[in-house]
C-alpha cells in the first residue's frame, strides 16, 4: 500500500488575453500617465512610464498568452483589473465555484465520491476572503462530511498541501480532496511593465489516498523548505484599512533578477539533496515539473539538477504549460502533471516541485504505478 495521487483535476476560464493585447492596454495606459502628469515628470517628481511589447514579454518570460475571469476590464487603461460583481452571502464564492469544477473532475478521474473523502484542503496564494474558509464552502457544496481548511505558502501551495494530504492520510483520512484556485487577475498589477504579463487565472485539483490498486503517483518523499525573503511580496491585508494605506498600492511586487539568482541554485540544491537522499539519479528521473513562473528559470534548475548536455538534448524532461497558461501560482505544477502524466511509464520517477514567495520550496519524489 503507498500512499498516491490518483487523480487530477482542471478548469480556466474561457477569455484570453495575448501578449499582444496586453501590450496595447499598457502602451495605452503608459501614454496617458506620461501625458497627464507631464510637468511632474519634467519636473522629476515623477518617473515616466515605459511601454512595452509582445516580443520582450516572451524573450524575458516564455509567456504567450494567459486565461483570465474577465478581459474587458484588464484591457481597459482606465481601470486595468477585471470587472466582477459581487456575490451575496448566499451565492457560492467565485473561489468555491471554480475549486468544485476542478474537483469533480478530479474525483471522477479518480473514481471517488463525496462520500470517500475526509479532507479538503485549499492551497493558494490568494483567498478571497479571510474567513470562512473558502475549502469549508467548497466542502460542503460537493457534500464531503470531514473537515476542510485554507492554506497559503504562495507559489509553493500546491506542494506544501501534498505533505499536508500525504501526513492526513497517513494518519487516518481515507482521501484527501487538495484544491488550488488561483484568481490572479485580482492581484497583478497591469500599470507595471515588469510584472502586468506575468500572471494567468485558472483552478486546479488532486485525490490523494493510500491504495495499491489505483493508478496514480505515489509519493516516495517530501521535502519544505523556508527562507525569508523581501524578493517576492504583495503587502494587501486587513490592516490596511486601519494604516489607511493605499489598498490599490497593494498589489504583486518582486525584484525578478534577485529571485532569478537566489531561487535557481536553492531548488536545484534541493531536488539534487532529495534525490541523493533516495538513492536515484537525475538521469532515473522522466519529468520534472516546476513551478510554471518563467522557462528561462526551469531550464536553468534543469541544467543544474542532470546536466547541461543532458538538458539540451531533452528538454520535455521539464514540461512547460506557462506559454499557455503564464505563471498560475501554486496551480503550475499541478497542470504541468495534469498535461503530462501519461509521459511518464509504470516504475518511473517524477519530481514536483514549486517555489516562490517566501522565499518557500516544496519539493515532492513520486514514482508512477499502473494497475
Known sequence: MGIRITGTGLFHPQEVITNEELVESLNAYVELFNSENAEKIEAGELTARRGSSAEFIEKASGVQQRYVIEKSGVLNPERLRPYLKERSNDELSIQAEWGVIAAKQAMENAGVTAEDIDVVILACSNMQRAYPAVAIEIQTALGIQGYAYDMNVACSAATFGLKQAYDAVKTGAR?????????????????????????????????????????????????????????????????????????????????????????????????????????????????????????????????????????????????????????????????????????????????????????????????????
Open 175 to 371: 482521501r484527501v480532496l487538495l484544491v488550488n484556485v488561483e484568481i490572479t487577475s485580482g492581484h497583478t498589477d497591469y500599470r507595471s511593465r515588469d510584472c502586468h504579463f506575468i500572471f494567468g487565472d485558472v483552478a486546479t485539483a488532486s485525490i490523494i489516498e493510500e491504495t495499491d490498486s489505483k493508478t496514480g503517483f505515489e509519493i516516495v518523499d517530501t521535502h519544505l523548505f523556508t527562507q525569508f525573503s523581501n524578493n517576492i511580496r504583495n503587502n494587501f491585508g486587513f490592516l490596511n484599512r486601519s494604516e489607511d494605506a493605499i489598498i490599490d498600492d497593494k498589489l504583486f511586487r518582486q525584484d525578478g533578477r534577485k529571485v532569478f539568482k537566489e531561487v535557481c541554485p536553492l531548488v536545484a540544491k534541493i531536488i539534487t539533496t532529495q534525490l541523493e537522499k533516495n538513492g536515484i539519479q537525475p538521469s532515473n528521473v522522466k519529468r520534472f515539473w516546476l513551478h510554471q513562473a518563467n522557462a528561462s528559470m526551469n531550464e536553468l534548475i534543469l541544467k543544474l539538477v542532470v546536466g547541461k548536455q543532458i538538458a539540451e538534448a531533452d528538454p520535455a524532461l521539464v514540461p512547460i504549460i506557462l506559454n499557455e497558461f503564464a505563471n498560475t501560482s501554486s496551480a503550475g505544477v499541478i497542470i504541468a502533471l495534469h498535461r503530462t502524466a501519461d509521459q511518464v511509464n509504470d516504475g518511473e520517477y517524477g519530481v514536483l516541485c514549486s517555489f516562490g514567495a517566501g522565499y518557500s520550496v516544496g519539493s515532492i519524489l513520486v514514482q508512477k504505478y499502473v494497475v
